[in-house]
C-alpha cells in the first residue's frame, strides 16, 4: 500500500515539474496554446503581434539570429524573454532585465474592501493603457488590454490602480500590469486587485504567476506576503535595431 501511494506522489509530482517546465519559456508555450491566434512565428521562434506585446520566445537561441531581425523590422525594440538570444549585427542589447518568476499555489485569504471594476469598454481601456504607461512607461500597447482580463480601482471617477492577465497557457496565466497611480499608494490597492485577479485564475483551474524585475524589493515583498514563491530567475532581453 505505502509503495503504492509513494508510487502516485512521485508520478505527481514529476508530472507537476514537467507542466512547470513550460513557465522557463513562457512566452513560446502561450504562443503554442491560449494565445497561438497573437502570434508571429519564424521558424520556430515566436513572438506576440506588436499591437499586443513586443515580447519573443525561441526554442534554439543558436540559429534564431535572422529570426530576430526580420521581426525588428516590426518595432523599434523587443523582448526575448528566457534564454540568452544570439542576434546579427543589425541589432544590439540594450539591457539585461533580471526578474523573478513568482508562482502562487493558494488562494489568498483577503477580502476586498474597495469596489473592482471590470476595465471592459473603450473608455476604460484607454485609462487603463494611460495610467500603466504613466507608471511603468514602455510595455504595455494599445491592443495588450485584449490578452485576458484586467479590472481597476476608480476615486473620484479617475482610473487609480490596475491589474490583470497577459500571457497565457493551459495551465497557467501571467498576472501583470499591477500599477498604483503614485497619489493613491500605500492603500492596498494592489493586495486587493491581485486577489481578484488570482481567485479569477484558480476558479479556471490554472494556477497564476508574475515577474518582477530582482531590484523591486517593495514589490517583492508585497508578493511573498501574499503568498507568491519564487520559482527561479528569468531575464528579459531587450534589444534594438541599430
Known sequence: MYTLVFVEFYVFIKSLYQERKKLDNPVYHSLCETHQDKALEYKGVKFYDPAYCSFGGVIDPLVKAKDLANYAQLVSDFFIVGTAPVFDTSLILVEELVCLQMVLDSPIDLIPKEEIVPLESKAQKQALYELV?????????????????YIGIYQDQQLVAVSGERMKMKGFTEISAIVTHPDYTGRGYA????????????????????HVVESNVAAINLYENLGFFTRRKISFWKLAKI
Not at 504607461?133 to 482580463?149: C, D, H, I, M, W
Not at 493586495?191 to 508574475?210: A, S, V, W
Open 191 to 210: 493586495k486587493q486587485l491581485i486577489k481578484h485577479c488570482t481567485q479569477n485564475i484558480f476558479e479556471e483551474g490554472k494556477t497564476p504567476y508574475l
Open 133 to 149: 504607461n504613466y507608471v511603468q512607461p514602455g510595455y504595455f500597447k494599445q491592443e495588450t488590454s485584449a490578452l485576458g482580463r
